[in-house]
């Protein structure tokens, strides 16, 4: 295993890998559901460069890797389903494997963005409800910290 000692580089490898995520032909596409945000920038410019400019979430891998060390497995396991996209769904397996999926992007709030990235049909994402938000941001896991009015405002 090849340990990586700067986040810039790791922040590189990510874009990196988002852009020949987005950029492969569409019958490469289609073996997996995710598609990693950088798929969703040229459509969605403004709320892609929001998002990663003001969202904590848009830079959770930081989190993730700082706190990996000290974690057992399992406990890195379970800060997987709320820190990155898609895990166990088909997204993010680990770092080295799927690093376009090593943050909280658009598909782990809109699901799975292959369909809507190959055809543009606004139907074919989703549209993040209460409960969408509820998976991650609820009792047993964070404080309220009144995301109700984000999710309504679009949060990005």
């Known amino acids: 295993m090849i340990r990586v000692r700067s986040i810039s580089v790791l922040c590189f490898l990510a874009v990196l890998a988002g852009v020949m995520a987005a950029t492969e032909p569409t019958s490469v596409r289609a073996a997996s559901s995710y598609v990693g945000s950088a798929a969703c920038q040229p459509c969605h410019a403004g709320e892609y460069e929001k998002f990663q400019k003001h969202s904590k979430k848009a830079k959770s891998w930081k989190s993730v890797a700082t706190m990996a060390p000290k974690l057992t497995p399992e406990e890195l396991r379970g800060c ?77």
């Open 80 to 156: 997987y389903e709320c820190h990155v996209t898609g895990y166990g769904k088909g997204g993010f397996v680990d770092y080295a494997t799927t690093p376009q999926f090593a943050d909280v992007g658009c598909e782990t709030c809109h699901g799975p963005g292959a369909a809507h990235a190959d055809a543009g049909d606004p139907s074919l994402i989703g549209k993040p409800t209460m409960a969408t938000c509820e998976g991650c941001h609820n009792a047993s896991r964070v404080r309220s910290f009144g995301f109700k009015p984000l999710l309504h405002s679009g949060a990005h």
